[in-house]
C-alpha cells in the first residue's frame, strides 16, 4: 500500500476540481467533486504505477500563508 500527497484547487473558469501530486509529471486529474477528484486521481496513480515506483522530482512539504501590505 502507498500514499501519495496530492494538492486540490479550484478552476475559476470551469468550477471543475483539480488535482496533481507535487514531483510526478503526469499524475493528475480533474473531478466534478472532491469525491470525483480523489477517485479520478487515485486511478492515475495506479495506472501509473503499473509502469513501476516513481522517482518523485519533489516531495510535498507543506503549505504556508504569508500576509501582503
Do not use: C
Not at 13 to 18: A, C, H, I, K, N
Not at 50 to 55: H, I, K, L, T, V
Amino acid at each position: 500500500m502507498h500514499s501519495y500527497s496530492f494538492v486540490v484547487e479550484k478552476d475559476a473558469d470551469t468550477g471543475l476540481y483539480v488535482g496533481h501530486v507535487p514531483g510526478w509529471p503526469g499524475a493528475h486529474s480533474q473531478g466534478e467533486s472532491l469525491d470525483e477528484l480523489q477517485k479520478n486521481i487515485q486511478e492515475v496513480v495506479s495506472m501509473l504505477l503499473e509502469d513501476g515506483s516513481p522517482r518523485l522530482e519533489s516531495e510535498f512539504v507543506g503549505i504556508q500563508t504569508i500576509k501582503v501590505a
